[in-house]
C-alpha cells in the first residue's frame, strides 16, 4: 500500500496495521480505537467543548489516510526537500533528531552518547518490534485511550510513523531531543503519535516541531502525544506547531505525572487554518509540579482552539499555566481552561492566566475558565483572563523616541511574547519563531 | 539672524472641553536650561505632553515652533526625528523589551540608521559610565520593576543615548530620595551643553539647588506669570505658590 484510498474506514485500519507488519495486540488495539471512534459522535457547535470551533468545512472522507514519503530513507539532513532543511539548524550535529515526512519516519539519528546510557529514542513503529513490552504497556493505554475524544480515536486507529523515547531510571539526557513532523502533501491526513517514557529521577528536553510548507489543498494533522514522568522525573517540552495555511490541526498532548515530578511545557501555536488541541496535566502523585505555557499568534482568518487541563489528583501539587494570544486580522482564539481539583488533593496549588492581545477590530479571543474544586484544603486556586488592545501609553512613550505606530506595536508584541521564546534551548528555534512573529506582523519577507 | 531653536507662541490647549492652557510664551534657545515651575494643576504636565504630541490634549490656538517650523500638526515619532525629546514624569512599562534593545530600536527610528552593534554597545557603555549606571541596567526589561530612581535614570540615559536638540523634562525630580535625585540632576548637568535646549518642569525647586537655570518661568492657572533667574525660584520656595495665587487674583 503506497497509498491507500481517500476516506477512513475499518478496512483502512487493517490495511495500515498489515502494511506495518503489526503484531496482533496492535492491530487490535487499532481495531479497539476504530470502533471507540464509529460509536462516537462527530463534534457540532453543541458539544461544550467545541462550542466555538466550527469543523464542518473539513472534508474527512476526501484525506489519504496515509501516503509514503516521497523519498523513503534520508542517511543525512542534505537530502530532505529544501523546505524541510531550511528548518534544521545546520551547524548543529545531527544527532536526537528524528524526521517524519508525511507518513512516515525518513531519519532518526540516535543520541549516541544518551543510547551508551540506555536511552530510546526511535521511530514508534520500530519500537513495536524492538521494545514491544514497553510500546505494549504504555502506548494508549492508561495516558491517552481512544476514549479521550473523537480525533484521539480516529488517531488510534490511523496512526503511522512516529516518535518512542524512552529514558531509564535516574538517567539526564543533556542534548535536547528533537523530532519533526513535516506534512507535505495536500489532501493527506497524518497521525503522528509521541511517546515518551522518563523512569523515576531522570532528565529530558524535548523538542516536537509540526511544520508544513504552504499547499493548494486541504490536509489534516491530527496527532497524539503521550507522556509519562516517573517519580521525581523533570521534563522541558517544548512544542511548536507552525503548519501551512490549509492544515486542520487536531491534536492532543496529555502528561501524567508522578510524585515529585516536574513538567515545564510550551506550546507554540502559529499555523493552521484551524486548530482544536487538548494540552492536559495530570497530577497523580504528592509533590508534582507542571508549569504550561503557551504562545499563540493568529493572523487572518485563523482559528486557535486550546483546551487545557490542569488535573490535581494527589495532595501538594501545583501547577501554573500561562498562555500569551495575540489575534489580529479576523483570526479567533478560544481557550478553554479547566482546573479540576479532585477532593483527596489537599494543598493544591493551581493558577491559570489566558492573556489575549488583540490587534485588529476584526480579531475576537474567548477566554473561558472554569474551576472544578472538591478539595476543601487548598492553598491557591485561581484564575485570570485579559483581553486588551495594545496600551495607547506605551504606544505614545515608544513614538516619543521616534519609533512609527508600526514599529512601536512590534516591539510590543515582541516583548509580549519575549520571555517565553527567550527560554527556548535552541537559539535557531528562537530565530525562526523571531521571524515567524514577525511575518505575521507584516514585516519581514517570508 | 538663525531661527530661535524652540518657540512657544500662545498656545491654548484644552482637556475634554476644559481649557488648561490659555496662552503660553517661551522661547528655548540652543545652550539654554529653563525651568519652569508651577504648583498642582497649573498646566505643566499638559504642556509637555502637548508638546510631544499626545493625542489627548486639544490644541485650540497658537504654535510650538522647532527651528523655524511648526510642530503641532506631527505624530510624535516625527517630532522626535525632528529633534524634540520627553523625559517621562511617568516612564512606561515596556514588558519583555531589553533597554538596551529599546534603545537600539530608538536610535535607529530616530536616526534613520541603524548603528552596528559594536558601535552601539560602545556608546551605550560610554553613555552608561558618564551617568555611572551599571551595565546589567541595559540587559532588564524596559522600566518593568524598575524603582522610581531607575525610571528617571532611565529617562536621563535615554536623553544621552537620542541626543535631541530640545528636550523637555517633566518632573524629573518627583518621588525621588536624596540620593537619586542627585544623581538625575548630575545627569542633566552632564548632558545639557551648547548643543541642546531644555525645559526642566518642576513642581520643587529642590532639584534647582544641583542644576542651575538660566531661566526660571512660573505657570500659574495655564499661563506664564512671571520669568526671571534663579532669584525667582528662591522667592517661591521662600513664600509658597500662594504667593503668586495672590498676585495672580489682584
Request: glycine share 8%; charged share 25%; aromatic share 6%.
Amino acid at each position: 500500500m503506497k497509498q491507500a484510498a481517500k476516506g477512513f474506514s475499518r478496512q483502512v485500519v487493517e490495511e495500515l496495521s498489515s502494511l506495518h507488519s503489526e503484531p496482533p495486540w496492535l492491530r487490535q488495539r487499532r481495531l479497539e480505537a476504530w470502533r471507540v471512534y464509529e460509536a462516537t459522535p462527530m463534534p457540532t457547535l453543541q458539544d461544550e467543548d467545541w462550542r466555538r470551533t466550527d469543523i464542518s468545512a473539513l472534508a474527512l472522507d476526501e484525506l489519504l489516510p496515509f501516503a509514503e514519503a516521497p523519498s523513503p530513507h534520508a542517511d543525512s539532513i542534505a537530502e530532505l526537500p529544501q523546505g524541510l532543511c531550511a528548518l534544521l539548524d545546520k551547524s548543529r550535529p545531527e544527532s536526537g533528531l528524528l524526521i517524519q515526512h508525511d507518513s512516515q519516519v525518513v531519519h532518526a539519528s540516535p543520541a549516541e552518547e544518551a543510547a551508551k546510557q540506555g536511552v530510546i529514542f526511535a521511530s514508534l513503529e520500530e519500537a513495536v518490534g524492538e521494545q514491544p513490552e514497553l510500546v505494549k504497556r504504555y502506548f494508549m493505554t492508561r495516558c491517552l485511550p481512544p476514549e479521550h475524544s473523537k480525533f484521539v480515536a480516529l488517531h488510534g486507529a490511523m496512526w503511522s510513523g512516529g516518535t518512542f523515547v524512552y529514558v531509564p531510571k535516574g538517567v539526564e539526557v543533556e542534548l535536547p531531543l528533537r523530532a519533526c513532523q513535516w506534512l507535505a502533501r495536500p489532501g493527506l491526513a497524518v497521525f503522528p503519535h509521541t511517546l515518551i517514557v522518563l523512569e523515576a529521577g531522570s532528565k529530558l528536553t524535548f523538542i516536537a516541531e509540526q511544520c508544513s510548507p504552504e499547499m493548494d489543498g486541504q490536509a489534516l494533522s491530527c496527532g497524539a502525544t503521550e507522556v509519562y514522568l516517573g517519580e521525581g522525573a523533570q521534563l522541558r517540552h517544548i512544542s511548536v506547531q507552525q503548519l501551512g495555511r490549509q492544515v486542520y490541526n487536531l491534536g492532543a498532548q496529555r502528561h501524567l505525572l508522578e510524585g515529585d515530578s516536574s513538567l515545564d511545557s510550551l506550546i507554540i501555536g502559529l499555523g493552521g487554518e484551524l486548530t482544536k488541541f487538548f494540552v492536559e496535566s495530570v497530577l497523580e502523585g504528592p509533590g508534582a509540579n507542571a508549569q504550561m505555557r503557551g504562545v499563540v499568534f493568529g493572523g487572518d482568518d485563523q482559528h486557535f482552539d486550546h483546551q487545557t487541563l490542569q488535573e490535581h489528583i494527589a495532595a501538594d501539587c501545583s501547577s501554573d499555566l500561562l498562555f500569551k494570544v495575540v489575534v489580529k486580522d479576523q483570526a479567533m482564539s478560544v481557550h478553554l481552561g479547566n482546573v479540576r481539583v479532585h477532593g483527596d488533593a489537599r494543598g493544591t496549588d493551581a493558577g491559570q492566566t489566558v492573556r489575549n492581545l488583540i490587534l485588529s477590530e476584526g480579531a475576537k479571543a474567548h477566554p473561558i475558565l472554569p474551576l472544578e474544586i472538591e478539595a476543601s484544603d487548598i492553598r491557591r486556586c485561581s484564575h485570570a483572563a485579559t483581553v486588551g488592545q495594545v496600551d495607547e501609553a506605551q504606544l505614545f512613550y515608544l513614538m516619543s523616541r521616534g519609533l512609527s505606530r508600526r514599529d512601536a506595536q512590534k516591539l510590543i508584541v515582541d516583548g509580549f511574547f519575549e520571555p517565553v521564546l527567550e527560554a527556548i534551548p535552541l537559539p535557531a528555534i528562537q530565530h525562526r519563531l523571531r521571524r515567524a512573529v514577525d511575518e505575521k506582523l507584516g514585516l519581514a519577507m517570508p | 539672524m538663525p531661527k530661535p531653536l524652540f518657540v512657544i507662541e500662545d498656545l491654548h490647549v484644552s482637556v475634554e472641553g476644559k481649557e488648561i492652557l490659555k496662552g503660553v510664551n517661551l522661547t528655548v534657545e540652543r545652550g539654554e536650561v529653563h525651568a519652569l515651575m508651577g504648583p498642582n494643576g497649573s498646566g505643566k504636565s499638559t504642556l509637555a505632553h502637548t508638546l510631544m504630541g499626545h493625542p489627548r490634549f486639544q490644541i485650540t490656538q497658537g504654535r510650538v515652533l522647532l527651528k523655524g517650523k511648526d510642530v503641532l500638526s506631527l505624530p510624535p515619532d516625527e517630532r522626535a526625528r525632528q529633534g524634540m525629546f520627553l523625559a517621562f514624569q511617568y516612564p512606561v512599562e515596556i514588558p519583555g523589551v531589553k533597554v538596551r534593545h529599546f534603545l537600539r530600536m530608538a536610535l535607529k527610528a530616530s536616526k534613520g540608521e541603524e548603528p552596528s552593534v559594536t558601535e552601539f554597545r560602545k556608546q551605550l557603555f560610554e553613555k552608561m559610565a558618564l551617568l555611572e549606571m551599571n551595565r546589567s541596567f541595559s540587559e532588564r526589561y524596559v522600566n518593568e520593576g524598575f524603582s522610581g530612581g531607575e525610571k528617571k535614570r532611565n529617562e536621563i540615559l535615554q536623553l544621552a543615548m537620542l541626543e535631541p536638540e530640545m528636550a523637555v523634562l517633566d518632573e524629573a525630580d518627583s518621588g525621588l530620595d536624596i540620593d537619586a535625585l542627585r544623581s538625575v540632576a548630575n545627569g542633566i548637568n552632564k548632558l545639557a551643553g551648547p548643543h541642546m535646549g531644555m525645559l526642566l518642569i518642576t513642581h520643587y525647586q529642590r532639584i534647582l539647588n544641583y542644576v542651575d537655570p538660566h531661566f526660571v518661568h512660573v505657570l500659574f492657572d495655564g499661563r506664564i506669570v512671571r520669568s526671571g533667574g534663579m532669584e525667582l525660584a528662591q522667592e517661591l520656595e521662600a513664600k509658597g505658590y500662594e504667593w503668586i495665587a495672590g498676585e495672580a487674583v489682584a
